[in-house]
């Protein structure tokens, strides 16, 4: 374990995200919101923690998957810490902790708020929540990887610890290339919901704003009623067709550029995906529509198109107070919120194609028993899985259950209710943002305790990372070896390694 490998390459990303803060500043300034300097300071703040590591460092030019590893979990860790400052300096977030927790919402895209109203944060602060949302949809290390090549450190092990889903997609031989490719193909959707808010009647403003919120999969509005805000059925439409394209593996898109129509179309999770969100939309509506929660079968199918396909791609966008439905109806929810995006998306969940892979999984198990002989190859696009996959797949759901219980627990410890608290790791594990109960969609985390909210916190991160990233980190072997950075003042001899 090269320390000093670790610490420069987050010197760097803290640059990164200290460039970011900047953004803001125009907005502030057009709106005079009077936030500005908060920005400023926080950005200056990022420069000195970061410029300082690289200037103090001497740079390492190897890395292995041990350094990428930790570089992506405490990378998300100190984007959130400097992303706090300036909710934090502002004011208007006064608690470290609900400004921490606010800024890992944002980077984990979860949506998940502790503000009661968010109109008081002003036109600049909201437009940050967004932008948060916007650079960790497809993740801070893809893009740090694509613009800064020049950082001379391995970026393949930091994307294969970042990238979600069982088997990471290369659209290209180098990794910057890849990189490029996911981002651009993410620019460009961005840049077309953009335009068909504006052309629905969103003022520029909002339309940025929810683009990059839905674009990343992360559900933080400009409103404290969300989408229902803009009381129009043909913003919902679309924003119900681009939270679906955002759960969409995003390398799919680059395969119909280059005409790879055949491989698209015969996707298995991709249908399996589109499959469930029909469905699961279909029976939500009926189910709805008899228990008389809705008189008209049209707005029984409006709503629940658009909340299944928000916590199916868990956005979290709200327009309908979905705690109000019937158990059949919540089941169905949970289920969606479970089962996330397509892997290689900006959805979080547990991916359709791992759920996919267990179905078949299980069933060639019970066939098993019926004919003990029998050999059957586990498939999926024609492809044999090999075992190794199936092993991954089986861990992670073990793990995610294991974890789901333990947190669970720990904030059960500190009080509430059990749907509340079972609903808040639930929905900040999966990335969805609300939950139920005390966390709905017409509540807020605002009212729970600091600890529940540092465990929730963590949830976050490690439903972004998948888990594996962030448990590593505790497995005493990582740090087997590891050795402390070297600082330029050092002289050569007395830093040879031995």
């Known amino acids: 374990m090269r320390i000093g490998a670790v610490i420069t390459a987050l010197g760097w990303l803290i640059v990164f995200i200290s460039c970011f803060i ?13 936030r500005w300097m908060a920005f400023l300071c926080s950005s200056l703040v990022g420069f000195l923690l970061g410029g300082g590591a690289i200037l103090c ?26 992303g706090e400052l300036p909710y934090y300096l502002s004011g208007t977030i006064p608690s470290v902790v609900d400004a921490f927790f606010e800024a890992m919402s944002g980077f984990t895209t979860t949506g998940a708020t502790i503000l009661i109203e968010v109109e008081p944060l002003g036109p600049s602060l909201l437009f940050w929540r967004s ?6 949809g497809m993740g801070i290390i893809v893009l740090s990887v694509a613009i800064l090549p020049f950082l001379g450190i391995g970026g393949m092990q930091l994307v294969q610890a970042e990238m979600s889903g069982p088997v990471k997609d290369r659209l290209a031989p180098r990794i910057q290339d890849t990189a490029r490719i996911l981002w651009t193909v993410y620019v460009v ?22 683009s990059m919120a839905t674009i990343a999969t992360g559900g933080f509005s400009t409103m404290t009623t969300s989408v229902a805000g803009f009381q129009n059925i043909w913003v919902e439409i679309i924003l119900v067709i681009f939270m679906m ?41 009926v189910l709805n529509f008899y228990e008389d929660i809705y008189q008209d079968f049209g707005q029984s199918l409006r709503h629940a198109s658009f909340v299944v396909s928000s916590m199916l791609t868990t956005t979290g966008f709200g327009t309908e107070d979905y705690d109000k439905w019937g158990a059949a109806s919540k089941f169905l929810i949970i289920f969606v919120m479970l089962c996330g995006g397509m892997a290689g998306s900006t959805a979080g969940g547990i991916k359709h194609v791992r759920v996919l892979l267990f179905y078949r999984f299980s069933v060639i198990q019970i066939k098993k028993y019926i004919h003990p002989r029998s050999v059957e190859a586990l498939k999926i696009n024609s492809s044999k899985i090999p075992s190794d996959v199936i092993q991954g797949v089986l861990g992670f759901i073990s793990l995610y259950v294991a974890f789901f219980l333990t947190a669970t627990v720990i904030i059960s410890i500190q009080g509430g209710d059990l749907v509340t608290n079972a609903s808040a790791v639930l929905a900040t594990l999966n990335s969805c943002g609300p939950g139920f109960g005390g966390v709905g969609p017409a509540r807020n985390f605002a009212h729970l305790p600091d600890l529940t909210k540092l465990v929730l916190a963590i949830c976050m991160l490690a439903g972004r990372l998948e888990l594996y990233t962030l448990v590593v980190l505790v497995v005493p072997g990582l740090w087997k070896g590891a050795h402390g950075p070297v600082f330029r003042w050092q002289k050569k001899e007395k830093y040879l390694w031995r």
């Open 245 to 285: 394209a955002s759960g969409v593996n995003f390398t799919l898109y680059y395969r119909l550029y280059k005409r790879n129509w055949q491989t698209v179309f015969n996707d298995e999770e991709l249908r399996f995906y589109i499959g469930v969100f029909f469905i699961t939309t279909l029976a939500v509506a």
């Open 57 to 82: 460092i001497r740079p390492e030019k190897e890395i292995g998957h041990r350094e990428g590893f930790v570089i992506v979990s405490l990378s998300w860790l100190l984007a959130s810490a400097v």
């Open 189 to 210: 959707i961005t840049g077309v919901l953009i335009l068909l808010l504006l052309f629905a009647g969103v003022d520029f403003y909002s339309a940025v704003n929810h």
């Open 131 to 136: 932008l948060t949302h916007w650079l960790g």
């Open 22 to 34: 900047l953004v803001p500043v125009p907005v502030s300034l057009i709106y005079a919101d009077g």
